[in-house]
């Protein structure tokens, strides 16, 4: 037991590092890194607050605690990565109307170039 | 391209990804029939040589920086027309499977019955066209699913032969399905309490290329157009209360 909330520590602590120098390499966006770094702390509180977790496992009725932890790990995930569905289907939106309004501006355009020349 | 002249002008849009082989053929064919009706041809990124062949057939083309897929495609086809004033448009596929010659009858049913949108629905011809039984068993159960929905059958919901006029046009370049439009577009449609009709239409073999939909890619198709479908009902109230942007 002990062992597996070290290395949810590990985990945890390395998730954090990995954002952060993400963060200052700009290779991820701040407003993007926050339910990242989110996860990662929540993570790295609960492997180290043994009683924080017991809570949890008991609120939930669940059977033990490793149980606790690694479904509050998958709900996070699952909430991670159903938030960057919803940005990427909203990125896909904005990539279709920008790219038709370019090709229509460009069209356009060359109506007229054509039509001065 | 000229912008529309005249209230009842129409716009043939023709959405096209690597079509060299029919693309030609199809432009001419259009011209045949109505040579004073300006032809579009939407290029989704070609990789081959449709935009020049197009454009040597007579083509207005419209280059799409990137590939859309084809309901990205044939919407950026009615933004254009919407924007030039046109009051009808009509869109053949690009393979050609659709005979040009049909296209007054779907023109002249959409300027008589006043409804929003009309198909040419596909129908076995004497001459031997008849569509694969895949289709057929993917036409059959879209009907059963659509017919509720709609509240009217509709026999060939899957057909890219569509004209729409003005009002639809003012719809569809706010909500347009982005990959597979066709039965979306009639839920759509309806949503808004529009009308479509059908038009009997002869069907060819296509003349050049093979279907986008092999392998697996019907399953997918069916599973697609089902969520959007269910998308669509379920927005119901939203479409219906709020107005297209710029209507």
Same mark, same amino acid.
């Given at each position: ?117 | ?87 009808? @448009?009509?869109?053949? +596929? *690009?393979?050609?499977? #659709?005979?040009? !010659? ?6 002249? =049913? $959409? ?11 596909? @129908?076995?011809?004497? +001459? *031997?066209?008849?569509? #694969?039984?895949? !289709? ?6 879209? =009907? $059963? ?32 399905? $982005? ?69």
């Amino acid at each position: 037991m002990d062992r597996l909330l070290n290395v949810t520590t590990g985990v945890s602590i390395v998730l954090l590092l990995m954002v952060l120098i993400s963060i200052r390499r700009a290779h991820i966006r701040v407003e993007y890194s926050v339910t990242w770094l989110l996860a990662a702390m929540a993570m790295l509180i609960l492997s180290r607050a043994r009683p924080l977790l017991d809570a949890v496992r008991t609120t939930l009725k669940l059977p033990d605690t490793p149980l606790a932890l690694f479904l509050f790990a998958g709900t996070v995930f699952l909430v991670v990565f159903f938030r960057f569905s919803i940005i990427i289907s909203h990125l896909r939106d904005d990539n279709v109307a920008l790219a038709q309004r370019l090709a229509i501006l460009e069209h356009r355009l060359h109506g007229l170039e054509s039509h001065e020349g | 391209m000229k912008p529309a002249s005249g209230p009842d002008s129409l716009l043939v849009i023709v959405p096209a990804f690597n079509e060299e082989g029919a693309i030609a053929a199809v432009v001419r064919s259009v011209h045949e029939v109505l040579p004073q009706v300006p032809v579009l041809v939407i290029d989704d990124c070609s990789l081959d040589n449709t935009v020049s062949i197009a454009r040597s057939a007579g083509a207005e083309i419209l280059p799409l920086p990137h590939h859309l897929g084809l309901g990205g495609c044939v919407q950026a086809g009615y933004k254009l027309a919407y924007e030039l004033g046109f009051e009808y @448009v009509i869109r053949v +596929d *690009g393979d050609g499977q #659709h005979d040009a !010659r049909d296209i007054p009858r779907v023109l002249e =049913r $959409l300027r008589e019955s006043g409804c929003e949108m009309v198909i040419g629905c596909r @129908v076995a011809t004497e +001459d *031997g066209w008849r569509t #694969h039984w895949v !289709r057929s068993l993917g036409s059959w159960f879209f =009907r $059963l699913v659509l017919r509720p929905i709609l509240g009217k059958n509709v026999s060939d919901p899957t057909s890219g032969f569509v004209g729409v006029n003005r009002r639809a046009l003012a719809l569809f370049r706010s909500s347009f399905p $982005l990959e597979y439009p066709e039965i979306e577009a009639l839920v759509v449609l309806q949503r808004r309490r529009f009308r479509f009709e059908e038009v009997p239409c002869k069907m060819r073999e296509r003349m050049a290329g093979r279907s986008t939909l092999n392998g697996m890619k019907p399953i997918y198709y069916i599973v697609h157009v089902l969520l959007g479908v269910l998308v669509n009902v379920l927005r119901y109230e939203r479409r219906f209360h709020q107005a297209p942007k710029g209507e």
